[in-house]
């Protein structure tokens, strides 16, 4: 199963920056461009949550806990998606992934994901 790679993460203060991107480097473009992508974060000993989602035309929609505060977006072209983070608090600290929304049988497999830590 062919899987997405997403970087970008790293520790940062409060009410700092990170830009995380998220490729898929094996996916064929016509297959990526039909689905709506998501960034999902996991915080140790909670269960995986949606932050955020970009269809193939741009809309967007954000989990009310990050609305204001992040961007997403993608390039088609480049079969990526970002993910802009402004005004981190503590409690955005957990592993970042991206995947398709919602996640199905016909999804990539989970990536490693990348980490941010917002700690002073």
């Known amino acids: 199963q062919m899987q997405l790679v997403e970087s970008g993460g790293g520790l940062v203060q409060p009410g700092g920056s990170l830009r995380l991107s998220c490729v898929a480097p094996?996916?064929?473009?016509?297959?990526?461009?039909?689905?709506?992508m998501g960034w999902y974060r996991q915080a140790p000993g909670k269960e995986r949550e949606v932050v955020a989602t970009?269809?193939?035309?741009?809309?967007?929609n954000y989990a009310a806990s990050v609305q204001g505060r992040f961007t997403i977006s993608r390039h088609n072209s480049k079969k990526t998606v970002y993910l802009q983070m402004n005004s981190l608090k503590p409690e955005d600290t957990a592993v970042y992934y991206c995947n398709t929304v919602p996640y199905s049988a016909n999804s990539w497999g989970w990536g490693q994901g990348t980490q941010v830590t917002v700690s002073s």
């Open positions: 094996r996916s064929i473009l016509s297959v990526f461009n039909q689905y709506v």
């Open positions: 970009v269809t193939k035309d741009g809309v967007t």
